[in-house]
């Protein structure tokens, strides 16, 4: 059986829950998730810290990387875990890995293209194997309707109020998808 993790931060809970939504498509997939979630309280005078994370990465067969966009970029816990696993990149543990990624903005655009290729260049640095997204926009059913092939996308309108997360239905749908996507392709590599 193949296992995804799936290790993200997520501010606001908008990004837990489009991980949440690759998880079941991994499960709905046949294969099994490990959701990793990524904490302020993992960081440590300025350094990122978690060996039980970073065993479960090991241990995965592919892993999606998720941050919410912020200012244009991955958010700054997730830069911290990034740089925590260059002991792994110095190792080249995640080779030939299947890496994906995923994010959310408050903006149609928010500039998350850059937070998608910022882990796209991470994975490759790791000598991992990107997946993009395997779906063309449907404005009937809402998969995709991004329009981002790099990885997941994801956007609500900014909500001030402290009210609970809600993410569009889908940019879920699409999550889930590219979990089950992420499996599929696991499985042809691996066998």
């Known amino acids: 059986m193949v296992a995804i993790a799936i290790v993200y931060f997520s501010g606001q809970g908008h990004t837990h829950l489009m991980a949440e939504a690759l998880g079941k498509g991994v499960e709905t997939a046949g294969g099994t998730p490990h959701l990793l979630r990524i904490t302020g309280e993992q960081i440590i005078n300025g350094r990122w810290q978690?060996?039980?994370?970073?065993?479960?990465?090991?241990?995965?067969?592919?892993?999606?990387?998720?941050?919410?966009?912020?200012?244009?970029?991955?958010?700054?816990?997730?830069?911290?875990?990034?740089?925590?696993?260059?002991?792994?990149?110095f190792q080249q543990g995640w080779k030939n890995k299947v890496a994906g990624g995923f994010t959310h903005s408050g903006g149609l655009s928010g500039d998350k293209q850059g937070t998608l290729?910022?882990?796209?260049?991470?994975?490759?640095?790791?000598?991992?194997?990107?997946?993009?997204?395997?779906?063309?926009?449907?404005?009937?059913?809402?998969?995709?309707?991004?329009?981002?092939?790099?990885?997941?996308?994801?956007?609500?309108?900014?909500?001030?109020?402290?009210?609970?997360?809600?993410?569009?239905?889908?940019?879920?749908?699409?999550a889930n998808l590219y979990g089950q996507r992420l499996v599929a392709v696991t499985q042809k590599m691996t066998t």
């Open 50 to 89: 978690d060996d039980t994370i970073l065993a479960s990465l090991k241990a995965a067969d592919g892993i999606a990387f998720g941050s919410p966009t912020y200012m244009g970029g991955i958010a700054g816990q997730f830069k911290c875990f990034i740089d925590a696993a260059s002991a792994t990149w």
């Open 117 to 174: 290729l910022y882990m796209a260049i991470n994975a490759a640095q790791h000598s991992m194997i990107w997946v993009g997204v395997g779906d063309m926009p449907n404005p009937e059913t809402g998969v995709n309707r991004l329009g981002s092939f790099m990885g997941v996308m994801g956007q609500s309108n900014l909500d001030m109020s402290g009210a609970p997360a809600h993410v569009d239905p889908g940019d879920l749908e699409s």
